[in-house]
């Protein structure tokens, strides 16, 4: 598949999308390729610096709760906020520094959102590819309070995928290395130039390697050369590349701590040989490679707010 995702779109609907230029889409038709792991992490670390950020969890499986540590908690809805403002045409109501984290909001995700496609298919036959500005109009109201808007995308849902593409001005493709992930890669790229008629700000802005071995160097070479036959020779891989690390990827989900937390809790935590002397229990001890993926994860935070930053002359000029 062949795709110009920087073709110019050939409908623009009525709708203040430049007011929207700071939200970032992270999306692949495939689970599990890291794309809520760097929703969260890139959104703690970017609040972490002192800005302002929200994350819009669209995933009926509400995993940014287990990567903050609010799931089951009051805050947690299930995503009810979310469907209802969708339903109704209000603003999105988040939840306000998430965890005592000073500048993190979320709108939560969760069971709720899979009653929303067939609210979505209802909207979508009254309203044309129109309905699905839904979420950029109860986002509108709130997105200048903001200095970054992350939205997690789910897996395998069209209707939910335009929704979050209608609002958003960049796109984030999270792969992994195998063929299923570059399939999910094709299919949101399809429906990227789709909804380009009806949000023609929607930009991509890169696609980021997940979970990837620190050796497999002709593998992430396979990846980079797969990603510039399906859009048309254009690079847009990022240079970083996040590290498979299971164990502190399940240290980060069962403490509800993004990696840069969790490097700080590793470092003060027990060592293995607390552990023998019966000083700490080994359920205490935090993985010491989380360094390393908190590394990877500041890295490509970096570059992903960079490469927006450099993108936005290149965007204005060809609009004037």
């Given at each position: 598949m062949n795709v110009n995702p920087l073709s110019p779109p050939q409908d623009e609907a009525a709708f203040p999308h430049d007011r929207l230029e700071h939200v970032i889409a992270l999306a692949n038709g495939k689970g599990g390729v890291g794309k809520t792991t760097l929703t969260s992490n890139i959104a703690a670390l970017v609040a972490a610096g002192g800005a302002r950020v929200l994350i819009v969890d669209v995933n009926a499986q509400g995993n940014i709760g287990e990567d903050l540590g609010y799931t089951g908690r009051d805050e947690d809805d299930d995503g009810k906020?979310?469907?209802?403002?969708?339903?109704?045409?209000?603003?999105?109501?988040?939840?306000?520094?998430?965890?005592?984290?000073?500048?993190?909001?979320?709108?939560?995700?969760?069971?709720?959102?899979?009653?929303?496609?067939?609210?979505?298919?209802?909207?979508?036959?009254?309203?044309?590819?129109?309905?699905?500005?839904?979420?950029?109009?109860?986002?509108?109201?709130?997105?200048?309070?903001?200095?970054?808007?992350?939205?997690?995308?789910?897996?395998?849902?069209?209707?939910?995928?335009?929704?979050?593409?209608?609002?958003?001005?960049?796109?984030?493709?999270?792969?992994?290395?195998?063929?299923?992930?570059?399939?999910?890669?094709?299919?949101?790229?399809?429906?990227?130039?789709?909804?380009?008629?009806?949000?023609?700000?929607?930009?991509?802005?890169?696609?980021?390697?997940?979970?990837?071995?620190?050796?497999?160097?002709?593998?992430?070479?396979?990846?980079?050369?797969?990603?510039?036959?399906?859009?048309?020779?254009?690079?847009?891989?990022?240079?970083?590349?996040?590290?498979?690390?299971?164990?502190?990827?399940?240290?980060?989900?069962?403490?509800?701590?993004?990696?840069?937390?969790?490097?700080v809790a590793a470092a003060a935590g027990p060592t293995p040989f607390d552990v023998l002397r019966g000083k700490a229990d080994r359920s205490q001890m935090v993985a010491g490679t989380a360094g390393a993926v908190a590394g990877d994860l500041a890295a490509l935070t970096r570059e992903i707010l960079t490469r927006r930053q450099e993108r936005l002359p290149e965007l204005e000029a060809a609009t004037q």
């Amino acid at each position: 598949m062949n795709v110009n995702p920087l073709s110019p779109p050939q409908d623009e609907a009525a709708f203040p999308h430049d007011r929207l230029e700071h939200v970032i889409a992270l999306a692949n038709g495939k689970g599990g390729v890291g794309k809520t792991t760097l929703t969260s992490n890139i959104a703690a670390l970017v609040a972490a610096g002192g800005a302002r950020v929200l994350i819009v969890d669209v995933n009926a499986q509400g995993n940014i709760g287990e990567d903050l540590g609010y799931t089951g908690r009051d805050e947690d809805d299930d995503g009810k906020g979310l469907v209802d403002a969708i339903r109704y045409g209000t603003p999105l109501v988040p939840v306000r520094d998430i965890g005592g984290r000073t500048g993190l909001d979320v709108v939560p995700g969760g069971a709720e959102i899979r009653h929303l496609p067939a609210h979505l298919f209802n909207l979508f036959a009254d309203t044309g590819d129109l309905g699905t500005l839904a979420l950029a109009r109860c986002l509108l109201p709130i997105a200048g309070d903001y200095d970054l808007i992350l939205i997690d995308s789910p897996p395998e849902n069209r209707p939910l995928l335009q929704l979050v593409l209608g609002a958003a001005h960049w796109l984030v493709i999270p792969i992994r290395s195998d063929d299923s992930s570059r399939k999910g890669m094709q299919q949101v790229a399809f429906e990227f130039a789709r909804m380009r008629r009806v949000n023609p700000d929607l930009e991509l802005l890169g696609v980021a390697l997940f979970a990837s071995g620190t050796g497999a160097r002709r593998i992430r070479e396979d990846v980079r050369r797969d990603v510039l036959d399906d859009f048309g020779g254009q690079d847009f891989m990022f240079e970083t590349v996040i590290r498979l690390a299971e164990a502190p990827a399940r240290d980060a989900r069962r403490r509800g701590q993004p990696f840069h937390e969790l490097e700080v809790a590793a470092a003060a935590g027990p060592t293995p040989f607390d552990v023998l002397r019966g000083k700490a229990d080994r359920s205490q001890m935090v993985a010491g490679t989380a360094g390393a993926v908190a590394g990877d994860l500041a890295a490509l935070t970096r570059e992903i707010l960079t490469r927006r930053q450099e993108r936005l002359p290149e965007l204005e000029a060809a609009t004037q």
